[in-house]
């Protein structure tokens, strides 16, 4: 009897990605498995370091140990306020072949070309500078070079990359973790919010489209209210996301 072949698409979400990881614990506590990872931003991160061999208590304890807004992480002459570039030597401590080939499951990075405006899915080649494109959050990180093109946020283009795993797995986990907030007027005062806001209608109506495509679909609402850096709510929403996919899962 042939086994079944699981595929998991990891949205981006920032803070939120570390849902995933709950729902990565409540998978291989029933048994799953997934071969197949697929995933943009902080879900691209999370998937890079599982299809690296990492559990998900090593990745969740880099979460915490790691300093993001630390003062020599910020750029200088660079459009963002963290320099991208300076987590390389970190996320290769984590990701030591450097390469998609050296990795024990098979990965697809979305990342946005800001040049041309088009999605890429990376899935082979070099690793580390293509995760970390993968999460240059506009504004917060700068953008990477890679090739003499300079490349950011997945989740501007494709914030829920099912797409590769569509030929490949059996069942598809999605793993949703940038739920749409329902905003009051008085909250979008100013041209930052409207923008913002702008921003995330996008995705989300991009993103819904593809939840048809899931077998397993992992959306807790419940992360409507973390903010994309509240760093001090790691474990809040690790929780959210194992008692969400445990909850599906039964």
């Not at 920032?14 to 943009?40: C, Q, S, T």
């Not at 990745?59 to 992480?73: E, G, R």
């Not at 999460?135 to 829920?160: H, R």
């Amino acid at each position: 009897m042939e086994t079944k072949k699981y595929g998991m698409a990891l949205s981006g979400g920032g803070v939120r990605g570390i849902a995933h990881l709950g729902v990565i614990k409540a998978l291989e506590e029933h048994g799953i498995f997934p071969e197949y990872i697929a995933g943009a931003s902080a879900g691209a991160i999370v998937g890079a370091f599982y299809a690296a061999g990492h559990s998900w208590e090593e990745i969740l304890h880099f979460f915490k140990s790691t300093s993001m807004f630390s003062w020599q992480n910020y750029t200088y002459r660079k459009p963002g306020i963290l320099d991208t570039d300076k987590f390389e030597h970190l996320f290769a401590t984590y990701l030591p072949g450097d390469s998609f080939a050296s990795l024990t499951k098979t990965l697809f990075v979305s990342a946005t070309d800001i040049e041309k405006g088009k999605n890429v899915i990376w899935k082979e080649g070099t690793l580390v500078r293509k995760v970390l494109a993968s999460a240059a959050f506009p504004m917060v990180l700068s953008p990477v070079e890679i090739e003499g093109t300079f490349y950011a946020d997945g989740a501007i283009t494709n914030n829920f990359p099912v797409e590769p795993l569509l030929p490949l797995c059996d069942t598809i986990i999605g793993s949703y973790v940038s739920p749409l907030p329902v905003v009051q007027p008085g909250e979008l005062t100013n041209s930052m919010a409207v923008l913002e806001r702008a921003f995330k209608i996008g995705m989300a109506v991009q993103s819904e489209k593809k939840f048809p495509h899931c077998d397993i679909l992992i959306a807790p609402h419940q992360l409507n209210e973390v903010g994309t850096f509240s760093m001090n709510r790691i474990d809040e929403v690790f929780k959210i996301g194992y008692e969400a996919a445990t909850q599906q899962l039964q």
